[in-house]
């Protein structure tokens, strides 16, 4: 994931909508984002704390911020298989980004490959309040 973290964000979401664009049907996508899931690296049990949880999410869900506003890095996980690939491609567009970066980018790969028309509204829920807390977390460094 390192490697694909030094393109921009707009370039990371870029790739996403090619990516998904080889697959011709939602069953494909699905089995895609479940597969990225799989790719996520190991996170420790002791960052599973109700300080790092994502509320509004069905699954559960951590999200664990380090760095400062020049460069923020997230490490998250989460107990369902779907939710780890939607996180999988979060954090590529998200982690490792400057503070001013994160807040500035609007995840339009949600809208540009389908996701917005095929998450159950639970789902859909939990990917916003990820995506919240990760602005969230992002503007807090600017703020500091």
């Not at 996170?43 to 069905?58: A, M, N, S, T, W």
Request: with cysteine.
């Amino acid at each position: 994931m390192n490697a694909i973290a030094t393109s921009s964000a707009e370039q990371a979401q870029q790739d996403i909508v090619d990516e998904f664009a080889f697959f011709g049907d939602w069953t494909e996508r699905y089995q895609y984002l479940i597969d990225l899931g799989k790719q996520l690296p190991d996170f420790p049990e002791d960052l599973k704390i109700e300080d790092y949880r994502v509320h509004g999410c069905q699954s559960m869900v951590w999200l664990v911020p380090t760095g400062d506003a020049d460069k923020l890095h997230f490490q998250a996980t989460s107990d369902s298989a779907i939710v780890s690939g939607l996180i999988a491609l979060v954090l590529r567009v998200y982690s490792d980004r400057s503070a001013r970066d994160i807040v500035a980018t609007e995840p339009r790969f949600i809208e540009a490959i389908g996701l917005a028309k095929h998450l159950s509204p639970t789902r859909s829920n939990g990917l916003a309040a990820m995506l919240a807390k990760i602005k969230a977390y992002a503007a807090a460094t600017l703020k500091a």
